[in-house]
């Protein structure tokens, strides 16, 4: 199957910080991104969509100044948390489409953010 | 409006044993996909099976297997003699085209496979 990969897998920060989480596709291209976050024990919610070259759909509730997110590149594709609080601590996953849709859809190894 | 239900929150049963996760979907659209993956305490999510909403056939992988009926709107998955690296947190997922392709995840069911 294609390949995803995420980076990096875990990143602790301080609050007031901003980082940066990369999404790649590396042996195909991926038009549509998606990125999704997962609170301990709890399901992955679905944050927002992103297309290369357009701007990203966000979710209901999901703040657009806070997740920001880029799509410059069909294998690539970024989510950056901007002035991290220890509530932004959570699991952040992103899955890239292949072809029409999300018939077939790879995740990555997902990102374990941790603000202190 | 699209919705997948997991209602088996955590499952433990003694290995050998065989366990059904339960999947219970919602969409009106008449073309969607089904998932299911696993994600073991690594986080990862692993990728079981994916069914279109054209194919009712019931499938075998190994110890896997999975039984798709739209006229109940579920697509069950069970485990046969189960065993102890089984245990995972397993998430039934569905895609809808007139949903914008995005994956909904249901809540996901803890599976615990006792040895």
């Known amino acids: 199957g294609a390949v995803v990969s995420q980076h990096p897998s875990r990143v602790i920060c301080k609050s007031g910080t901003s980082v940066k989480i990369e999404c790649r596709s590396l042996d195909f291209q991926a038009t549509t991104m998606f990125w999704y976050r997962q609170f301990p024990k709890q399901s992955l919610m679905l944050m927002a969509t992103s297309n290369e070259g357009s701007k990203a759909t966000y979710e209901q509730g999901v703040e657009k100044d806070k997740f920001l997110i880029n799509h410059a590149s069909l294998t690539l594709s970024t989510l950056t948390v901007t002035s991290a609080h220890p509530e932004d601590s959570s699991f952040y996953i992103c899955?890239?489409?292949?072809?029409?849709?999300?018939?077939?859809?790879?995740f990555g190894q997902g990102t374990r953010l941790t603000v202190v | 409006a699209q919705k997948v239900t997991q209602a088996q929150t955590e499952i433990s049963v003694v290995e050998k044993e065989d366990v059904t996760l339960d999947c219970v979907y919602e969409t009106r659209d008449t073309t969607y996909y089904l998932f299911w993956y696993k994600q073991p305490p690594s986080g990862e999510l692993v990728f079981l099976i994916r069914?279109?909403?054209?194919?009712?056939q019931n499938e075998i992988s190994g110890r896997y297997s999975w039984n798709f009926q739209k006229s109940t709107s579920s697509f069950n998955f069970t485990i046969t003699a189960s065993q102890v690296v089984d245990s995972a947190v397993y998430f039934c997922?569905?895609?809808?085209?007139?949903?914008?392709?995005?994956?909904?995840f249901g809540k996901g069911t803890r599976l615990h496979i006792l040895p």
């Open positions: 997922a569905l895609s809808a085209v007139r949903g914008g392709d995005k994956i909904i």
């Open positions: 069914r279109n909403s054209f194919d009712e």
């Open positions: 899955s890239a489409g292949r072809g029409r849709g999300v018939t077939e859809a790879f």
